[in-house]
């Protein structure tokens, strides 16, 4: 693994469903983000993560979770979807110093179609 | 939630230098901009980052007035590999709650 990587690349759901979308980088950053980017509207903030053990709300959390058990991983999870979450959506890492937030390393994205 | 702006596009042509503006409200002394790239089907890409005054790197300058109210990001001498879709982020210190995106501006570089 080099960087930062998503999976799937790109998934169907039916509404009601459960998904996680997974999210792993090897560059030991403390601090992970999940975006949505949605036409027209730019990338905007669902979760992130400081450190390992750490979460919290960004600008549109609303039916999506996120736990960060080790400094790798940071899965999104849908619990149950909904046709307004058809987004592409975006894990980045980066380092945070504790009073700033460094240059984010973006993974290539999952493309998520809810029908 | 303070908000960042930006032209939603700009045409330019190859060999010219782009300036791309982005106005952030109630940003404050220590915080910091961001600027990142995005080509299509990939995620964003970082540029160049600064909290005041001026900042020059291999591939860009960013612009950042007293007042800290607006940025410029400066691209000497585009080619039609910097077509892309630039953003603006504003991070505000100390919590990843309130990094704002701008809505992005799709530069077009043409022959």
């Known amino acids: 693994i080099a960087g930062i990587t998503q999976a799937p690349t790109s998934q169907i759901l039916a509404a009601g469903r459960r998904m996680t979308l997974r999210c792993t980088q090897d560059?030991?950053?403390?601090?992970m983000y999940w975006y949505r980017q949605d036409l027209g509207l730019g990338l905007r903030l669902i979760h992130y993560?400081?450190?390992?053990?750490?979460?919290g709300k960004g600008e549109v959390p609303d039916g999506y979770s996120v736990s960060r058990a080790n400094t790798d991983d940071f899965p999104l999870t849908l619990a149950s979807a909904v046709p307004s979450q058809t987004s592409v959506y975006f894990c980045?890492?980066?380092?945070?110093?504790?009073?700033?937030?460094?240059?984010?390393?973006f993974g290539p994205g999952t493309r998520l179609t809810v029908l | 939630l303070a908000k960042t702006t930006q032209p939603i596009s700009m045409d330019s042509y190859e060999g010219q230098e782009v300036n791309i503006t982005c106005s952030h409200n109630?940003?404050?002394?220590?915080?910091?901009i961001t600027w990142y790239q995005q080509f299509p089907s990939q995620g964003p890409r970082f540029i160049i980052q600064?909290?005041?005054t001026k900042v020059t790197n291999e591939v860009a300058s960013l612009f950042i007035p007293a007042d800290r109210k607006s940025s410029t990001l400066s691209l000497p001498r585009v080619s039609l590999s910097d077509t892309a879709v630039y953003y603006c982020?504003?991070?505000?210190?100390?919590?990843?709650?309130?990094?704002?995106f701008g809505t992005g501006t799709r530069l077009q570089v043409m022959l």
């Open positions: 980045a890492s980066s380092d945070w110093s504790g009073r700033s937030y460094n240059e984010q390393f």
């Open positions: 560059m030991r950053h403390n601090a």
């Open positions: 993560s400081n450190t390992a053990g750490t979460t």
């Open positions: 109630n940003i404050a002394t220590n915080d910091y």
């Open positions: 600064g909290y005041k």
């Open positions: 982020l504003v991070s505000y210190t100390g919590t990843a709650s309130k990094l704002t």
